[in-house]
């Protein structure tokens, strides 16, 4: 399983971004794929993750309202929709995903160390 995540860019305070991460291989039936962010000297933080196995998304109370998680199987994508960016969201973006079996959901989805696959990660810069 492969993941690519793209769609970063330097852009200005309340600009928007769409990031994609493509997804491939022989089984990509993800019950859950979720994003994260590093900024630098920082830890891995959760963004928000999606579970289609009971349809629930779950979002850091930081970005609730303004990114919006979702999935276009038929372009084996999933998305991260970024409104109103704000300098504190400069970072690099990574997309992780489970192995196709495992179903988890809640908490679990909000750690980094749940995750089987993750994407190399794409930049996003907010200039104030």
């Known amino acids: 399983v492969q993941l690519q995540a793209s769609g970063g860019g330097l852009v200005q305070a309340g600009d928007s971004l769409r990031l994609s991460c493509v997804y491939s291989g022989r089984d990509t039936t993800f019950s859950s794929v979720g994003w994260f962010r590093q900024a630098p000297g920082k830890e891995r933080e959760f963004v928000a993750a999606h579970s289609w196995s009971d349809d629930k998304t779950y979002y850091e109370d930081s970005v609730k309202g303004r990114l919006t998680i979702s999935r276009d199987n038929a372009k084996n994508t999933v998305y991260l929709q970024m409104n109103r960016l704000k300098p504190e969201d400069t970072a690099v973006y990574y997309c992780?995903?489970?192995?196709?079996?495992?179903?988890?959901?809640?908490?679990?989805?909000?750690?980094?160390?749940?995750?089987?696959?993750w994407g190399q990660g794409t930049q996003v810069t907010v200039s104030s």
């Open positions: 992780g995903a489970l192995a196709p079996g495992r179903v988890l959901s809640g908490q679990s989805l909000g750690r980094s160390s749940t995750y089987d696959y």
